[in-house]
């Protein structure tokens, strides 16, 4: 057997950011031969991050502060050189997949590493030919980057290091923004750079898709290396192990199918009934049509469907931000106009940051209740339920992605809002997190709100919903209600059995 | 994979809306004002369609209709307050479209290596280029948070009117913060893709000045001469 390179190396490596009094990664021993696949996990703040900015030259360049020990990247240390010098050996792919790219348009994005680098007019042209036909992207060049979904974008990225001709993949969270198909994608393409022999480093909290992609898995916990897994172990790693350890689940079907049975609330009980709703855009063929069903306190609705079957607009209609084409939507038995449904509804968009005005989490939760006499109050009380009371003087914005859900959670529970409408509540959130999100979304409907949830997290989903609302290929959106929900409808609709 | 570059070169582009406000700003006769604006919405007739065209001339007829307005019926105050602010509008009008044009049209890639054929600074080029990335991408910014202040009643209405500073403020405060991780994020990835002030970059399309280019530029030349005669004859 050919003798491996080593292409990335950390010999007693430890760092703290400026102005950070703690460790980013404390004491790491780690060697990465060439052609292997790494996948670093562990709970959030753990240390994955830090260790993918010292492999693309990000640490100590870009990021500042104190090394120690050893790093080195295709044989340069990383204390005496700077982000560029590694460009040309290194891909960077990172977690947001709105902010990575520097152009606006596929056509102009692929190229640009390869500009940076450069590369001659036509060694770039060529080369841009081949990863078009190898990684199968002639449906997106004539794209601009806004019209891509999340998957395509990651593909993109990925894509223009491939043009770059770069050897060494390193992936921060590249799942967190994308839905089912979006992760498959993504998890082919890993694989077909797998088989070209390159090395390949993904730091992630989603691990089911890597699972039969990883020759080793570093788990770290407090910014140093807890456990080392070999593909073997990782096959045979059981789920009761990994929930111990903080991480996800690495066999979705090892999931156990439980019914989720909330109980009645003594709060009044409200419902949301939708008859023969139509949408869509201006130009454009139906989104969805003839959609009716209804829902009353305690239901946890999950909506699922594919990308770009409108299971967002369906909600925004039934929030009111958007104005359906036909139908009507009554709540609590009468007709409830745009207005009257926007103020009865809290909606927790998938990126929290949006939601976030003032310069505190307790002065965010008295936006718009000053006038209340009791606000103050209610919303101390409102903050020790959701566990952020020691939270109440910080800035939202330096609140973990978990604590965010939950502020916008209690944000809802300030102007007691019965219809809660989450998009892709747990992208990016560890095991942790994840559990804290479903956990208050199911007292939520024990508090008689009716919730509906958009999510492509099935590990987040199985024991969450007690009905569905499947939005079809065909413009068609079916009904399970509560009585016919098993949650073994769900695994069937996320075809666990291909993945 | 067709590699082509487009046409008129990026730097034509920037060269007419510089020319486009010396000749606005510089013009004091109405109508080569308005003859300028009419050269500039034929352009974008060509680029965009006629549709286009129509809605720009329309804004500006609306523009010109509301001075003519406030100058004839002589409200107290806003009859001295609004027509100046809106004659600046209707100078800097048709440099907005041209910016828009060179923001729609001009790849990028080949916009950064047309600056650099030229010399001009990376050190301000490559800002100049986030600027130019970043604006479609505060569009989108705002109005995702003008949703969420909808759906808190926080945003900007009638009934919020009397508390202007503040709802402003709701807009901004998340508007900075996402514009800091975005620039953050947005920086380390340019730094991973080799991006340099040192180094020097190629271009995947073949970005030279063409015939099409000089008579571009031909007529460019002929429509300003036209325009100056026009403002001298009109005075």
Redesign the interface.
């Given at each position: 057997m050919e003798k491996s390179k080593e292409k990335i190396s950390f010999d007693g490596f430890s760092f703290t950011y400026k102005e950070s009094d703690n460790f980013g990664v404390h004491d790491i021993n780690l060697t990465i031969q060439e052609g292997e696949f790494i996948v670093l996990t562990g709970p959030s703040g753990c240390g994955k991050t830090t260790l993918t900015r010292c492999m693309?030259?990000?640490i100590p360049?870009?990021f500042e502060g104190k090394l120690s020990g050893n790093c080195q990247i295709c044989g340069m240390d990383i204390s005496e050189h700077e982000?560029?010098d590694?460009?040309?050996y290194?891909?960077?792919v990172?977690q947001?997949p709105?902010?990575?790219?520097?152009?606006?348009?596929v056509?102009?994005e692929l190229?640009?590493?390869?500009?940076?680098?450069?590369?001659?007019?036509e060694q770039?042209?060529k080369r841009?030919?081949g990863t078009?036909k190898e990684l199968h992207i002639e449906s997106l060049?004539q794209k601009s980057i806004?019209q891509l979904s999340s998957g395509e974008k990651q593909k993109v990225a990925v894509a223009?290091?491939y043009t770059?001709g770069v050897n060494i993949y390193v992936l921060d969270e590249p799942s967190a923004n994308l839905d089912w198909g979006g992760t498959e994608q993504l998890r082919q393409l890993l694989k077909k750079l797998k088989e070209q022999g390159c090395t390949i480093v993904v730091s992630e909290h989603k691990l089911y898709y890597l699972r039969n992609l990883a020759d080793r898995m570093i788990i770290l916990q407090n910014g140093k290396i807890q456990k080392e897994l070999d593909s073997s172990e990782i096959i045979h790693c059981s789920n009761d192990w990994l929930v111990s350890n903080g991480l996800r689940h690495l066999d979705l079907k090892q999931i156990a199918h439980t019914s989720v049975v909330i109980p009645k609330s003594d709060h009044t009980p409200v419902s949301i009934r939708a008859e023969n709703l139509y949408f869509k855009y201006p130009r454009e063929s139906f989104l969805w049509k003839d959609v009716s069903f209804s829902a009353e306190s305690g239901d946890i609705i999950g909506i699922v469907g594919e990308n770009g079957t409108g299971k967002s607009t369906l909600i925004r209609v039934l929030?009111g931000?958007e104005k359906p084409n036909g139908g009507k939507i009554n709540l609590c038995g009468k007709y409830a106009s745009r207005q009257q449904r926007?103020?009865k509804?809290?909606?927790v968009?998938q990126?929290v940051?949006?939601?976030?005005?003032?310069?505190s989490v307790l002065e965010e939760m008295l936006?718009?209740h000053e006038k209340e006499w009791n606000a103050l109050e209610k919303a101390k009380e409102i903050l020790k339920n959701f566990n952020l009371e020691d939270y109440q003087n910080v800035h939202p914005?330096t609140l973990s992605g978990g604590q965010k859900q939950r502020l916008s959670i209690a944000?809802s529970c300030m102007?007691d809002m019965p219809f809660l409408y989450f998009d892709e509540p747990t992208s990016g959130l560890d095991a942790e997190n994840m559990q804290l999100v479903r956990e208050t979304i199911k007292r939520q409907a024990e508090n008689g709100c009716v919730v509906f949830v958009i999510t492509h997290d099935y590990e987040f989903a199985a024991t969450l919903f007690t009905s569905l609302l499947i939005v079809q290929d065909d413009h068609f959106v079916k009904r399970i209600a509560p009585e016919q929900y098993q949650s073994s409808i769900l695994s069937k609709l996320f075809e666990l059995e291909e993945s | 994979?067709v590699?082509k570059a487009v046409k008129p070169d990026s730097r034509i582009l920037i060269l007419q809306i510089i020319v486009a406000s010396i000749l606005g700003f510089s013009f004091h006769s109405e109508f080569a004002v308005i003859s300028l604006f009419l050269v500039i919405d034929f352009l974008l007739f060509y680029w965009y369609g006629v549709k286009v065209f129509i809605k720009r001339l329309l804004s500006y007829a609306v523009m010109y209709g509301i001075i003519w307005g406030f100058t004839t019926t002589n409200i107290p105050i806003l009859s001295v307050i609004f027509p100046p602010f809106l004659m600046m509008m209707i100078k800097v009008y048709p440099i907005y479209l041209l910016l828009k044009l060179l923001v729609d049209k001009a790849?990028?890639?080949?916009l950064l290596?047309s600056l650099d054929r030229i010399h001009f600074p990376k050190s301000l080029s490559i800002p100049l280029?986030i600027v130019y990335?970043y604006v479609?991408?505060i569009i989108?910014?705002l109005h995702?948070?003008n949703?969420?202040?909808?759906?808190?009643?926080?945003n900007l209405s009638l009934s919020n009117i009397r508390h202007l500073i503040k709802t402003l403020?709701?807009y901004l405060?998340?508007l900075l913060?996402?514009s800091e991780?975005?620039s953050e994020?947005?920086?380390?990835?340019?730094?991973?893709?080799?991006?340099?002030i040192e180094?020097?970059?190629?271009?995947?399309?073949?970005v030279r000045f063409t015939k099409e280019d000089y008579l571009y530029l031909l007529g460019m030349a002929i429509v300003i001469v036209l325009l100056f005669v026009l403002n001298y004859l009109t005075l």
């Open positions: 693309n030259g990000l360049d870009f982000t560029g590694y460009s040309a290194v891909g960077s990172f947001d709105r902010s990575q790219f520097f152009t606006l348009h056509k102009t190229p640009f590493p390869s500009e940076n680098l450069g590369i001659p007019m770039i042209q841009l030919d078009v060049l806004f223009s290091v770059a929030m931000l926007r103020k509804s809290f909606y968009m990126d940051d949006y939601q976030f005005f003032a310069g936006s718009g914005s944000l102007g | 994979m590699f790849p990028m890639d080949e290596y280029m990335r479609p991408t989108r910014e995702y948070i949703e969420n202040l909808k759906m808190r009643g926080l403020e709701n405060v998340p913060f996402r991780r975005i994020e947005l920086s380390a990835a340019s730094l991973c893709k080799g991006l340099s180094r020097k970059r190629t271009c995947c399309t073949n």
